[in-house]
């Protein structure tokens, strides 16, 4: 099972960076959502492949009509209002943060939004209450769960990186983990963002294989723009991560495609046999 997913931010929503936090530094930057937008929009009609889109709540508010285009034939999720971390925000403002997000998402394209992801898989054990907040406001698949030590985030002991059901309190949330391999003793994904664009396609294609009952893939937008500026004051480490391979990017997606058979959360929670399902109770 394959399942495309993409996390529609602008190119400066970069996290855990000082000059690209707020709202009204995002001001400041050039426009180029639709440019990338529309880049995506063409390769999932040439490849003829299903995906979900979790967007940013100031993105459908600062351009709707980019939201309603995807609405059109794809699969929306919410991925904050704000686009901050969960662990830097208290249990209050993460509720209203993915209350706000949701309801405009839904206002915007007259559709349910069922699915959910935490910017930088960013729910770690410690926030294990935002599974609660999730289900009060109408959320039932999750796809925030990095299983492994991260960064941004982290969720070690979930274990392996399957679908499964997570309990917590009254609430019962469908989890789509984030597909990760060990590599020199950390976790990477290598079917997204930076190391995506780094590794060399034969390599990925041929971890993609071996991970062929459950690969979970994700996109930026900004990961397949060759065009886009530089952030400036980024520590050398973050100019890597954040730029290399972009040329080559599009290129690589679409083999990735063609080679691959793709499809969206939607389907592939219809398709899972969820009384199966290992339940991970916090």
């Known amino acids: 099972m394959n399942i495309l997913t993409f996390d529609v931010e602008e190119w400066f929503h970069l996290l855990d960076n000082d000059s690209t936090r707020s709202e ?5 930057y050039e426009v180029r959502i639709h440019e990338n937008m ?31 285009k995807i609405a059109e034939k794809y699969e929306i999720g919410s991925h904050t209002m704000n686009h901050q971390l969960v662990w830097q925000q208290t249990p209050e403002e993460f509720r209203q943060d993915v209350d706000s997000s949701v309801k405009f998402l839904e206002d915007l394209t007259g559709k349910r939004v069922r699915a959910f992801r935490a910017p930088g898989f960013s729910i770690r054990e410690s926030e294990s209450w935002a599974f609660e907040t999730l289900h009060d406001l109408g959320i039932e698949i999750d796809c925030s769960v990095f299983p492994a030590h991260h960064a941004h985030g982290g969720f070690p002991s979930y274990g392996k990186a399957e679908p499964a059901i997570i309990t917590s309190g009254d ?18 994904i290598y079917q997204g963002g930076g190391y995506f664009r780094l590794f060399p396609y034969h390599l990925i294609k041929r971890w993609a294989r071996r991970d062929s009952d459950y690969l979970l893939s994700y996109i930026h937008p900004r990961d397949l723009d060759a065009g886009q500026p530089m952030i400036e004051g980024l520590p050398a480490s973050r100019k890597f991560k954040s730029y290399v391979g972009l040329k080559g990017a599009e290129k690589k997606l679409r083999k990735f495609l063609t080679d691959f058979q793709f499809t969206d959360l939607a389907e592939a929670n219809a398709v899972i046999d969820w009384s199966k399902a290992r339940e991970i109770k916090l």
């Open 24 to 28: 009204e530094q995002w001001r400041n």
């Open 38 to 68: 529309e880049r995506i929009f063409r390769i999932l009609e040439d490849t003829d492949t299903r995906a979900t889109f979790f967007v940013i709540g100031w993105i459908a508010r600062t351009y709707p009509e980019i939201v309603r």
């Open 171 to 188: 609430a019962r949330i469908k989890e789509f983990p984030i597909s990760c391999r060990e590599m020199g003793g950390s976790h990477i």
